[in-house]
């Protein structure tokens, strides 16, 4: 009887030391894991906020490219033409905002004004991507030619004003990622041709 009693008692003294380890090794293999599918997570969204800022930029840009419609038909000598990754930004020589302005002028002012926004997030300093690249060009490529995704632009017949942008991102090991690839290629409509 008291072998039984004996027998009954170690059963129910609870977890030995080693069964304790062993779940506290289990339970942080799964946290590790957790953690892993966090950072990625953060990666996307910060990534889809980069992509969402670069089309709400180009919209802007398209708007002010309406309200100016006879220098954004220009072919040449287009301000709202330009390239980042082969030239400076753009500048400005007459501040609109203080004095009258030529169309052209206001063109420059609207490029000098739009990209200083896309570069510092506007008077906040928030909202900027990081190592944002752009170039306003003509392109008759499309999406569907495999072709359109790349910094050079063909403007061809009936072209059509196009945005590329790319910004500095993380990859999946943690550094970033200064690729000149287009993140993003935005069609943009500058008015109605008349």
Do not use: H
């Amino acid at each position: 009887m008291n072998k039984r009693l004996n027998t009954r008692q170690r059963a129910q003294r609870g977890a030995t030391l080693i069964e304790v380890l062993v779940s506290i090794i289990v339970l942080s293999i799964g946290l590790l894991g957790t953690a892993g599918l966090l950072i990625n997570s953060m990666r996307a969204v910060s990534e889809q906020g980069n992509a969402s800022g670069a089309s709400v930029y180009a919209r802007e840009l398209g708007e002010r490219m309406m309200g100016n419609p006879n220098i954004s038909r220009l072919t040449t000598g287009n301000p709202y033409l330009f390239d980042s990754t082969a030239s400076a930004w753009p500048t400005a020589t007459v501040n609109c905002n203080t004095a009258f302005c030529s169309e052209l002028e206001r063109a420059s002012w609207d490029m000098k004004e739009w990209t200083d926004r896309l570069r510092t997030g506007g008077s906040t300093g928030k909202g900027s991507i990081p190592g944002i690249k752009v170039k306003v060009c003509l392109d008759s490529l499309t999406a569907n030619s495999g072709s359109a995704s790349q910094w050079s632009c063909t403007p061809g017949t009936n072209p059509m004003v196009v945005v590329k942008m790319a910004w500095a991102s993380r990859d999946s090991s943690g550094s970033v990622d200064t690729s000149l690839v287009p993140r993003a290629v935005i069609v943009i409509t500058p008015g109605a041709r008349g």
